[in-house]
């Protein structure tokens, strides 16, 4: 199967990378237990791999800085990603077998990226999926070797230094089907100035705000 080439890995028990193909697609659905479940055993596994990485990768990092990293990692955004690149999205199916269709970045995506490491690490052991995640994750590993400052962040310490005060973030509006949606979030900055932003999560939606307001007012 060329998932199992994507991934480098063969599924011992086909059933396990089944079980993590198979997702809901609408809310009138019901759960999918299996899915649900292993999407929940992934995401533990894929902390867990992440931090243990992060801990050998910079042995001489404080433990905000290796929180920073950490965060950027495992969300939502970077799981996208790695499903974006081994098509993912081409192999997902509800449970009678017909084709999910998913929307750009979809949470769909990310919730059966988890689903799929899930799967592994019950088809073999936790070092094996901490290899196939170490080659998944590289690229994104081997990123900005500085520990990552978010657009909240750097809003957060230049409202603060500047104009005494922090960044409140308001939701506008909440959009989309119940199980991809998508939220508009607004940030404002007394006497600095307010922006919106979009996104699959509220956090998602908020950084986007951030990061617009401090390219607006060039401060980025």
Known sequence: MRLEHALGYVFKNKQNLEKACHAKSTR????????????????RVLGLAIADILCEKYGNESEGDLAKRFAVLVSKESCVKIAEKINLHTYITDRDGKKVAITAHSNILSDAMEALLGAIYCDSDFETVKKIITSLWQSLLEGDLRPPRDAKTILQEYAQSFYKC???????ETKGPHH????????FVEGLGESVGEGLTKRQAEQAAADYLLKDKQIL
């Open 166 to 172: 922090v960044p409140v973030y308001t939701l506008l």
């Open 180 to 187: 991809a949606p998508h939220f508009i979030m607004k940030v």
């Open 28 to 43: 009138h659905q019901k759960k999918n237990q299996d899915f649900e479940r292993l999407e929940f055993l992934g995401d």
